[in-house]
């Protein structure tokens, strides 16, 4: 079992960044693809940026550009790098991680067997 913990998170006016954090316990990290979702109050549940364990990333194309994720084996955290943000990233994000060794789509819900509580984000105008 991969408990996942995320830090983080807060409010900031618009322009401003974040960076998000995610530890995750366990011994199969390195080999984990690592994702952040994020959901809105009324809206579905969005895709933001994965990586896997091969260190592909990828990332959702309202944050291309603006957001980083990365990940440090050793801390057994991923990190999710918002900058430029928006009113409209204001959202519950949550971390998720992978089964070991698991090669699913890095956008798909469905990869993901583990999730964080969730951090809020909230962007002011």
């Known amino acids: 079992q991969v408990q996942l913990v995320e830090s983080g998170g807060g409010l900031v006016q618009a322009g401003g960044s974040l960076r998000l954090s995610c530890a995750a316990s366990g011994r199969t990290f390195s080999s984990t693809t690592m994702c952040w979702f994020r959901q809105a109050p009324g809206k579905e549940r969005e895709f933001v940026a994965a990586?896997?364990?091969?260190?592909?990333?990828g990332y959702g194309d309202s944050v291309k550009g603006r957001f980083t994720i990365s990940r440090d084996n050793a801390k057994n955290t991923v990190y999710l790098q918002m900058n430029s943000l928006k009113p409209e990233d204001t959202a519950v994000y949550y971390c998720?991680?992978?089964?070991?060794?698991?090669?699913?789509?890095?956008?798909?819900?469905?990869?993901?067997?583990?999730w964080g509580q969730g951090t809020q984000v909230t962007v002011s105008s």
């Open positions: 998720t991680a992978s089964r070991e060794w698991n090669s699913g789509s890095l956008n798909s819900q469905r990869t993901y067997a583990y």
């Open positions: 990586i896997h364990w091969t260190d592909i990333t």
